[in-house]
């Protein structure tokens, strides 16, 4: 069954401090990873794309890896803030069809 | 910078009501999605809409939901009667092609069934 799932559900991490979220995929024949970012109650505003060929996407603070070979992701977000504080979500692009399978979700508290 | 807009934000309905959710997707892009989260749950994939048919639908997908694009900007979610546990967000997507290229998604409707 093509899963993901991310761990820890929740963190909190004081401001200033580097973010590490991870997340796992059960199956290495992706086309890709997105990673969203969640605020409650409201839509899922994408942050990095990552194709199966790349190993990383940069965009300011945020930095995406993909390891297909292990089944993961991490996305580091440097020098944490307050307004970081939100779930964060990733998606796998399975091979084979067109939907994004979603993990729970990375819910971040930035303690200022 | 263009993107998927959603209405109503919040719908309220009685059990084994029609509703009729509504997006406008990225104009250039060709195709469209609908997800849905149950609170405290994962999101997840409802259906996919290419060149004016459904080309993939989950198990969730079933004879009460139907999809159209009316116009040449609207993308359609409709839930012929509805139950308890449609009760949900659901989020429309759009992108330019299928599989490799990024998804990008709308504030979503809360879809409250009573």
């Known amino acids: 069954k093509q899963e993901v799932t991310q761990i820890p559900a929740a963190l909190s991490v004081p401001e200033g401090e580097n973010l590490v979220l991870n997340c796992s995929f059960t199956d290495s024949a992706i086309y890709n990873l997105q990673w969203f970012r969640q605020d409650p109650g409201k839509g899922l505003t994408s942050l990095l794309l990552i194709q199966s060929s790349q190993r990383e996407q940069t965009s300011g603070r945020l930095n995406a890896s993909l390891d297909k070979s292990s089944g993961r992701s991490t996305l580091y977000i440097a020098a944490s803030q307050p307004g970081d504080s939100a779930t964060y979500l990733c998606?796998?692009?399975?091979?084979?069809?067109?939907?994004?399978?979603f993990g729970k979700g990375n819910q971040v508290v930035v303690i200022p | 910078e263009p993107e998927v807009t959603q209405t109503p934000s919040h719908q309220v309905t009685q059990m084994g009501q029609e509703v009729i959710l509504r997006c406008v997707p990225i104009s250039n892009h060709l195709y469209f999605y609908w997800y849905r989260q149950i609170l405290g749950q994962k999101v997840e994939f409802l259906v996919s809409f290419y060149n004016n048919e459904i080309s993939e639908k989950s198990e969730i997908f079933d004879d009460q939901f139907s999809v159209e694009r009316p116009d040449g900007s609207n993308f359609t979610l409709k839930i012929r009667s509805t139950k308890l546990e449609d009760s949900a967000m659901y989020f429309c997507a759009s992108s330019e092609g299928p599989s490799y290229n990024e998804q990008f998604f709308g504030p979503g409707t809360r879809l409250t069934v009573l």
């Open positions: 998606a796998a692009n399975y091979r084979g069809n067109n939907r994004l399978a």
